[in-house]
C-alpha cells in the first residue's frame, strides 16, 4: 500500500497518534489538575528550614524508599487519618530553574510512608538518633545510616544539639554527636509533614476494601480491653523508642522494664504521660504527646497500660477502661493545644 | 577461573548473615573487610602471575626447540603440516621461479621489536597496612585506596605489558621461523618437491569419491552445512555454527557500530556494578557511610546508566546496523552517529556525577536527571532520528521494514515523552505526578520495547534464515502497541490522589497490552516453528528464545499487576522491582545479547570462545531467577502482611532472606557481565598472531610478486 511505503506519512500517522493520546491522558489530565485544584485553607506553608530540609531529602534520593501518599485503602490507615487528596499537593509548585516539581509520592514503600509522620514520630530526639544510624532504635532496619549529617565534638558548645549516641556506634571516637545544620534541617522538614485537617463540615473520603474484623470469643483480660490488643498497640505506638525489649536506650529513651511509672500507684502520671508526653528528666530525650497524636481511646489505653504492666518480668495491678476514662477527661485539660 | 573461586566464598558467607535475621554488620570499615579485598587482590595477583608464568614457560619451551637440532625436523613438519592450497601456492612459485630462471634471494624484513625483559613481575604489593586502630579512620582508609588504586593500575598495567611483549617476542620468533621455512621451501631440490610435496598434495587432496555407492557425482560440502569440530577430543561445550562472514560491510559504519556496542557493554557492567552494591546493601546497610554512596542517591545512578547507557547505547547501535541494511544504501552520515553517541555518553556520565552528588531533577523515578543533562540525551536522540530518517528516505527498496517502523517510531515518541515530561508548564501539583506515570512507563514501553521490538524482527528472521511468520501481525502489533500503551502510565498511582477515572483508564489499557504482546510472541514462536532444531547449534538463539519468553510473561505480568485488587497485595512492595529486572533484563537485555553476538562477529570476523559465552547466558539466566523469583514471593507475603495490618517492622523482617536471595542472584548476573565484556573484548579486539604458514606463503607470494609485477593469478 502506497501509505506504508511512504515514510513521511506512516511516521507521520504514528506521531499523531501518539501525540493525541498523549494530550489525552497525560497533558490535558495535567493542566486540569493543576488549574483546578488548590490547598485546603489548613494548609501550612513550609518554614525556611524545612524548605531546605526538604532540597537534603531529594538530593539524597530518600522517595526511593519512602512514599509520601495515603491511599484510600483500608491497608493505608496506619500512616494517617484519611486518604490523600489533590488539594495536598496542591501548593506544591516547580523547585527552582534546575529541578522540577517534587510532589514525592513515591512509588517503593521498603519503609514507612511520610505523609504524618510529624504526628507520628513527632520525637526530635528519637529522629536525630535514628537519622545518625537507624539500627540503633530499630534493630532490623535497613535505611542508611546518615552519619555524616553529624560531626563530633569533644567540648560542644552551649549553642550545639548533642545526639545521645551508644558509644558501640561511634567506632571508637571520643566526644559527643552533634547534629549538623544539615541534620536539623532534614529533621524540620520530616515533622512538617502533618496531615491537615479538613474543613469542618467537609465529608471525609471513605477508605475502600475494608478489613473484616474477626470477633473472637476471647474471655478474660482481652475482653476487657474490648479488643483493643496492647501489643500491637505496643508496637505501633511506644516500641520505636522503649525498644521491644521494654529496656529503651541509656542515654536516649527510659525503659520500662522495672519502671516506677510503669510499676507504681500514680495511674494517673502514667495516663498523663501516655496522653500528653513527657519531658521532666534531663537524661532522656522528650516524648511528644502520643495519645492525643493518635487519639487514643480509654480501651486503648488501657490496653497498653495492662501490656506495660504484664510484659518482661513487668508484675504490675490490672486496670480497666473505666478507672483510665475518668484519669483521661481530667487529664485532658492539660493536653498541649 | 576467578568467578569458580568466588561463588562458593559467596555461598559460606551469605548464609552466616541469613541466620541472624537481622542486617549484617558488614562494614568496610571493619577489618574484616580488608582482610577480604587483600584476599581479593591477592587472588588476581596470583592469577596474573600464573598467566605469564604460563606464556613465558610456553616461550622458553619454543625458545628451546629452536636451538636444537630437531629444529630441522620441525621444518620439515611445517612442510608436512602444508596444507592443498598452501602447496599448490608453493607449486606454482616454485614453477614461476623455475620458468624465469631467476634466482633471487628472498627480501624479508623483520622489525627490530623492544622487549621487555620480565623482571619481578611475581612481586606482591607491598601493601599490608598492619591492624591497628587507625584502620577506622576516614581518611587513612582514603589514602589507602588512593595509594591502592595507581598500584593495581600499574600491576594491571605491568602485566599487560608483559603479556604484550612476550606476544611480540613469539611472533618475532614465529616470523623468524617462517623466514627459515621459507627458505628451506626455497632451496628443496625438485626431485623432492615433485616425489614429496607433489605427492603429499595428491595425498591432501586425495578424498573419497563417495560415489562408491551413490554414483559419480561427488558430494562436497560446497554451501558450507557440515560442521565439522576443529577439536580433538571430547568437547567440554557443545559446538555451535560460526558465524557467517559478511565482507561488504563499510568499515566506517562497522567501526561506528563497535564504538556503540563497546560503550553499552561498559555502562552495563558499570551500572550493575552499583546494581549489585545496592542489593548488597539491602543484607549489609552498614557497608559504607559515604554520602555519595549511600543508597538513595546510588539507586537512580544505577537506573538511570543502565538505561540511557547500556540498553540505549545498544539499541541504537544495533539501529545504526540495521537501518542501511534494509534499506539497502549506505547510512546517510556516519558523522551524526558518532555525534549523537558523544551526547549519549556525555548525558549518562554527567548524570551520573549529578545524582551522586545529590542533584536531581526531584525524585520521579527515571527522570532523576535535571534538564541539561537530559538535553544532551535528547540531542543525541535528534541527531539518531535525522540519520535513520534520511537513510530511510533514500532506500532503494520500496517498502519499510518493519524494523524501521519500530526504531524510527521509538526515537520520535521519546523525544515526545521527554518533552512531555521536562515542559515545566504542567508539572505543578497533581500535574506532576500525572505526568510521571505517563512518562515512566513510555520510557519504558515506548523506548526500549519498541525499539528492542525492531531488532528482534531484523536478527530473529536473519539468525533463522528464514522470514518472519507473519509481516501484518508485526503491524497489527505496532499500531495496538501505540494504542494501549500510551494509556497505562497511571497505573503507576493507583488508588492514589490522581482521578479515578485516569486510574480506570490506564487499568483497561495494561488489559488490552495482551493484544500486542501476544500478537508479538505468536509472531516471534511462529518463525521459531520448523527450525527449533536451530537452537541446538546456535549461540545467539537461546537468548532469543529467552527473551520471546520473557517477553510474554513479564509483559503479561505487568498487566495482572495493573488491576486493584493486585495492586492492593504488591504496590509499594518489592515485586514491581522483580518485574522491572524480568522485563528490562529478561527481555531488553537478553535481546541486545543476541544481536549483539549475532552482528559483532560480522563485523570483525572473529567470534567469542563459546564456553564464556555459555557461561554468561546460564549466569544471567540463573541469576534472573534468583534475583526475581524469591522476591516475588517474599513481596507477594509482605503485601499481603500489610493487608492484615501487621506492624510495618514485620513486613522489613520478612523480606531479610529474599533480599539475601536477591543479593546473591545479582551476583551471579553481575559475573555474567563481567563474561559478557570479556567476550566483546574477544570479538572485537585485534589479535597480531603470526600464522607461520600463511605467512610463509604470503612472503613468497610477495617475492613472486617483485618478479613479476604484471603477471596476476
Known sequence: ?337 | MKCLVIIPLLFTAFPLWAQGMKPSAFSFESKEAWLWLMLIIALMLLIAAVMLKEKVSALTSNYKKHKTEAYKEKLKEYTQQLNSKQIEQLLQHRNKKSFRNAGNILLIFFASLFIFLPGSLIAQTPEKPDASSLLGEGGIIITIILILIPILAGLILLTIKISNAINRQRNKMRLEEAAKLAEYLETLPDEEINDVLKKRKEALDYSLTHNELSGSEPAEDSRGLLNISQEPGMPIVAIKKKALPRPNIDPALSRLVLWYLGCAAFWLLFGTTIGEYLGIKFVAPDADHVSWLSFGRLRPVHTNSVFWGWASLGMLGLGNYIVPRVSNVKMYSIKLGWYALFFINAAVIIGSVCLMAGINNGGGEYREYIWPVMLLFGIGLALSLINYIKTIAVRTTKEIYISNWYMVSAIIFTIVISLTAYIPSWQNGLGETIVQGYYMHQGVGMWFMLFTLGIVYYFLPQQLNKPIYSYSLGILAFWTQILFYTLIGTHHFVFSAIPWWLQTVAIVGSGGMAIPVIAGTTNFLMTFKGAWYKIKDSYTLPFFLVGIIFYFTGSMQGTAEAFRSTNLIWHFTDFTVAHSHLTMYGIISFFLWACIYAVVPRLTGKEAPQITVGAHFWMALIGLLFYTVPLMYGSTLKGLLWLNGKPFMDGVKLMEPYWLWRAIGGTLMWLSHVFFAYNMYKMIKRTNEVDVKSSAIQQLEKDSSFISPAKSY
Request: net charge neutral; charged share 20%.
Open chain 1, 1 to 337: 500500500m502506497e501509505f506504508f511505503n511512504n515514510h513521511k506519512k506512516l511516521f507521520g500517522t504514528a506521531t499523531l497518534m501518539f501525540v493525541g493520546l498523549t494530550l489525552m491522558v497525560a497533558i490535558l489530565p495535567a493542566i486540569h489538575n493543576q488549574e483546578n485544584n488548590q490547598q485546603l485553607p489548613g494548609a501550612e506553608k513550609l518554614s525556611a528550614d524545612a524548605v531546605k530540609g526538604k532540597a537534603l531529602f531529594v538530593a539524597n534520593g530518600c522517595v526511593a524508599c519512602h512514599t509520601q501518599q495515603v491511599r484510600n485503602v483500608d491497608m493505608d490507615k496506619s500512616w494517617g487519618s484519611r486518604p490523600s487528596l489533590a488539594a495536598d499537593y496542591a501548593g506544591i509548585k516547580r523547585t527552582d530553574f534546575w529541578r522540577n516539581t517534587a510532589t514525592l509520592m513515591g512509588t517503593e514503600r521498603t519503609g514507612p510512608d511520610l505523609t504524618d509522620v510529624g504526628n507520628r514520630q513527632p520525637s526530635k530526639d528519637w529522629n536525630l538518633v535514628h537519622l545518625f544510624n537507624p539500627r540503633i532504635v530499630v534493630k532490623e532496619s535497613v535505611m542508611p545510616a546518615y552519619s555524616w549529617l553529624f560531626t563530633i565534638k569533644k567540648e560542644p558548645s552551649k549553642n550545639d544539639v548533642v545526639v545521645n549516641v551508644p558509644a558501640e556506634y561511634l567506632k571508637g571516637k571520643e566526644g559527643k554527636v552533634v547534629a549538623t545544620k544539615d541534620a536539623l534541617y532534614l529533621i524540620a522538614y520530616l515533622q512538617s509533614r502533618k496531615q491537615t485537617k479538613l474543613p469542618d463540615g467537609t465529608a471525609q473520603p471513605e477508605f475502600l476494601y475494608k478489613r473484616e474484623v474477626k470477633k473472637e470469643a476471647a474471655g478474660g483480660a482481652a475482653a476487657e480491653d474490648a479488643g483493643a490488643n496492647g501489643q500491637a498497640l505496643f508496637v505501633a505506638n511506644c516500641q520505636s523508642c522503649h525498644q521491644e525489649n521494654g529496656e529503651g536506650l541509656p542515654g536516649a529513651f527510659p525503659p520500662l522494664k522495672g519502671s516506677p511509672v510503669v510499676l507504681g500507684d500514680d495511674l494517673e502520671l502514667y495516663v498523663n504521660i501516655i496522653m500528653n508526653g513527657y519531658d521532666a528528666r534531663q537524661e532522656y530525650g522528650v516524648m511528644p504527646a502520643v495519645g492525643t497524636n493518635m487519639s487514643f481511646s480509654e480501651n486503648e489505653v488501657s490496653a497498653i497500660i495492662n501490656y506495660e504492666r504484664s510484659s518482661w518480668g513487668n508484675n504490675g495491678k490490672h486496670v480497666t477502661p473505666e478507672e483510665v476514662k475518668k484519669i483521661m477527661d481530667f487529664v485532658k485539660l492539660n493536653a498541649p493545644k
